[in-house]
C-alpha cells in the first residue's frame, strides 16, 4: 500500500518530468510547494489532472482555452499558485 509521503513523491516526480518544459515549471514548483496542502479530494483531481497532455494543461491553465468541468478546480488552484487568476468554474 502507497503510504502519503510515497504518493506526494510520485505525483512530484510525475509534475517535473513532463514532455514540455513550460508544464515542469508550472506543475513542478506547484508539486514541490502545494500538493501536501491539498484535502484527498483535491489529490485525486491532481492525479487526474496529469493524464491529460500538457499542450492542454498549458492552455488551461495559462487562460487561452476554456477548461474543462471535471478539471476547473485542481486548474484554478494551480493557477492562483502562480499568480494566475483563472476561475474555477468554465464558463
Do not use: C
Not at 510515497?6 to 510547494?33: N, Q, T, V, Y
Not at 499542450?55 to 488552484?77: F, K
Amino acid at each position: 500500500m502507497e503510504t502519503p509521503e510515497i504518493r506526494l513523491k510520485r505525483l512530484a516526480m510525475r509534475s517535473w518530468r513532463r514532455g514540455m518544459k513550460e508544464m515542469d515549471l508550472i506543475l513542478g514548483p506547484f508539486a514541490d510547494r502545494g500538493l501536501s496542502a491539498l484535502d484527498a479530494s483535491a489529490l485525486e483531481a491532481y492525479e487526474s489532472l496529469l493524464e491529460e497532455n500538457d499542450q492542454d494543461l498549458y492552455r488551461w491553465v495559462s487562460g487561452a482555452a476554456q477548461i474543462p468541468a471535471a478539471h476547473a478546480e485542481i486548474v484554478a488552484i494551480i493557477a492562483g499558485f502562480h499568480g494566475i487568476r483563472r476561475e474555477a468554474s468554465p464558463n
